[in-house]
């Protein structure tokens, strides 16, 4: 997934504003939903109403009713809450235990690099969501295991990322003048080293925050995150999945929301990457 | 993304380069195996009830079942003899299913591997398509808005979709898993999805980087077509820089089997993974970390051997870093 950190600078320059102020508006509107979820929706996410069981889209719901009468809109809106704090919770600890990693590892010498850039890539050598499944295996199902599972998932790539980073900017003018000058190791490390690193870091976690949020809703979705009926997205997909034959959009209406949400990331991402390409040239 | 063992000092002799790397196999292979074999010792709970499922026996009983599977003996003991079993090609028993690891790997492996086959296949057109979109000056935007799309997207949800429209709305395709090949249609379509939007990225962004070179005005200037011209000469550029993606491909594939065969219920590789971490059986996890890793640096030793051959110039420039 960290491949999205690849994507072409050149193309980039030519996507119109007005999706990155869509991607925004988007991301907004979720992080309002998640903060006032009464805003959008009067109906109670947890409501059971056999009688309005299984009610196809309409004026009264919007996204219809889920097999205990529940309203799907509302289902998804108090869903934010949880995906939103798993994508920018995980994403948060990748970044900074990725950073401290990477950065201690591309300013020790030799043989520490060896050892850390060796372990790095025995991690790499998993696929990610391998990765964050046997994270769930040892620390078990849940919330908080989910968090966990999605941020050490993807701590070695933010790791390579600020190694290599670290490794071209201790060499750069700046940091020699700043040495020249007296400046101590630790305080020119602190000060000029780990600041610039951070950088293409903070490009990298803001379409991280899209992925992780999609691996979150695979993990919850194969039943090993919150349980029902916590209105989680992954949960109301997996729930769904029982009642496709009948209902479509209980699975369709919260996977396009999913959609949406990685997408304004990635948009947002790529737009924050064309910015600082364009401020290195 | 790939181990450079040897490949600076040994660029003149292409033996010892191809020795280093076989050595960094095996020691992301053993790396896997070890950080795999502690953290699964990590997991709470007692391995004996694992074992014994769900039915309570004496504690004479499972001080004998500790003893019988080696659980009593000190961890190097255990860890050395896991090792030792697996330099001989035993990975060891599987504590739910009592039969060994391999067995129960070696008979999901097929389905995995038909469904992974037929996944890439398509990711590939898909992607081919999707690059030959892009070069076109109105259909590029689409074809970028199709890769965002495709990327974004959880594939279990594009499972979800694919089997309401075509599985029950238009009844194109089973719904459940059967024998034929109509039931692995959809599954690989699904699978390959994600994946495709990111090689045609990748792929477009290599087309766009060889029209740039110099040669691309001789073709030209020789009066070839624009069709011509892609066909024969720049997409075998990007197509070799592609290759290099072919490690996360199967990774991606990989993971994404672990959903992609529960959405449509199918045997494989991910639902034994998935049950054996909500079982706890600790065997055939591990079976699956070493498989996955040894699968993982295979690729990417195929990757740079491939890679060379293709592209001549990389193996100079890796003398000479």
Redo the contacts between chains.
């Keep these: 997934m960290s491949l999205l950190a690849a994507a072409p600078s050149r193309r980039i320059k030519r996507m119109p504003t007005p999706a990155v102020w869509a991607a925004v508006g988007f991301l907004l509107l979720l992080v309002l939903s998640a903060l006032l979820p009464g805003v959008f929706t009067a109906a109670d996410p947890l409501r059971t109403n056999i009688g309005e069981a299984l009610l196809a889209p309409g004026p009264g719901h919007p996204f219809g009713t889920d097999q205990a009468g529940r309203d799907v809109f509302a289902r998804v809106i108090y869903g934010s809450r949880y995906s939103l704090a798993i994508g920018f919770g995980a994403t948060l600890i990748a970044l900074v235990a990725g950073l401290a990693i990477g950065s201690c590892a591309g300013l020790v010498r030799r043989v520490g690099d060896g050892v850390l850039s060796r372990a790095i890539e025995i991690v790499m050598a998993f696929p990610e969501f391998l990765l964050a499944l046997i994270v769930i295996a040892i620390i078990g199902p849940g919330e908080a295991s989910l968090l966990m599972a999605v941020a050490l998932a993807v701590i070695p790539s933010y790791a390579r990322v600020a190694r290599v980073q670290t490794l071209v900017i201790k060499r750069a003018g700046y940091v020699e003048a700043a040495r020249t000058l007296g400046v101590s190791p630790a305080l020119a490390v602190l000060r000029h080293v780990v600041p610039n690193t951070l950088g293409p870091l903070l490009v990298m976690a803001t379409m991280g925050v899209g992925t992780a949020i999609t691996a979150a809703a695979g993990l919850s979705f194969l039943g090993l995150g919150p349980k029902p009926p916590t209105p989680e997205w992954g949960l109301i997909l997996s729930e769904g999945r029982n009642f496709l034959a009948s209902a479509w959009w209980i699975a369709v209406f919260p996977g396009l929301v999913i959609t949406s949400t990685v997408v304004s990331t990635s948009i947002l991402g790529r737009h924050l990457q064309a910015r600082s390409a364009g401020r290195q040239r | 993304?790939t181990?450079h063992y040897g490949q600076v000092r040994g660029a003149d002799r292409p033996g010892a380069r191809l020795f280093g790397r076989l050595g960094g196999m095996v020691?992301?292979v053993w790396?896997?195996a070890t950080?795999?074999f502690f953290?699964?010792r990590?997991?709470?709970g007692d391995p004996v009830d694992a074992l014994i499922g769900l039915g309570s026996v004496s504690a004479q009983v499972r001080d004998q079942i500790r003893e019988d599977w080696g659980l009593a003996d000190p961890l190097l003991v255990q860890y050395l003899g896991y090792l030792g079993r697996l330099v001989q090609g035993d990975l060891g028993t599987s504590y739910r299913r009592q039969q060994p690891v391999a067995d129960v790997i070696g008979q999901q492996f097929p389905p995995t591997v038909q469904l992974m086959s037929l996944a890439l296949v398509f990711a590939l057109l898909l992607a081919l398509g999707s690059a030959l979109l892009g070069r076109g000056r109105r259909t590029a935007p689409l074809a970028?808005l199709l890769e965002?799309?495709a990327?974004?997207?959880?594939n279990?949800?594009i499972g979800?979709?694919l089997?309401?429209v075509f599985?029950?709305g238009l009844g194109w395709f089973p719904?459940v898993a059967t024998a034929g090949f109509g039931a692995l249609i959809l599954p690989a379509v699904t699978l390959a999805i994600p994946v495709a939007g990111?090689i045609s990225?990748?792929l477009?962004?290599g087309l766009?980087d060889a029209e740039a070179l110099p040669f691309v005005d001789t073709v030209r200037a020789r009066g070839a077509s624009h069709t011509r011209l892609v066909l024969r000469h720049t997409l075998r550029h990007a197509a070799a820089s592609s290759i290099t993606?072919t490690g996360?491909m199967v990774?991606?594939l990989?993971?994404?089997s672990?959903?992609v065969e529960?959405?449509f219920a199918r045997p494989g590789l991910g639902r034994v993974?998935?049950n054996a971490?909500?079982d706890?059986d600790v065997p055939v996890?591990l079976g699956?970390?070493v498989l996955?890793?040894a699968a993982?640096?295979m690729v990417n030793l195929f990757v740079d051997l491939v890679f060379e051959r293709i592209d001549p110039r990389l193996a100079t420039e890796q003398a000479y870093a």
Aim: glycine fraction near 12%; proline fraction near 3%.
């Design positions: 993304m181990l020691l992301v790396g896997a950080v795999g953290a699964l990590l997991i709470p970028g965002l799309v990327v974004s997207s959880p279990f949800w979800l979709v089997i309401s599985g029950f719904v990111i990225q990748v477009r962004q766009d993606l996360y990774g991606s990989l993971g994404g672990v959903l529960t959405v993974a998935l971490i909500v706890r996890v699956i970390i996955a890793a993982f640096s």
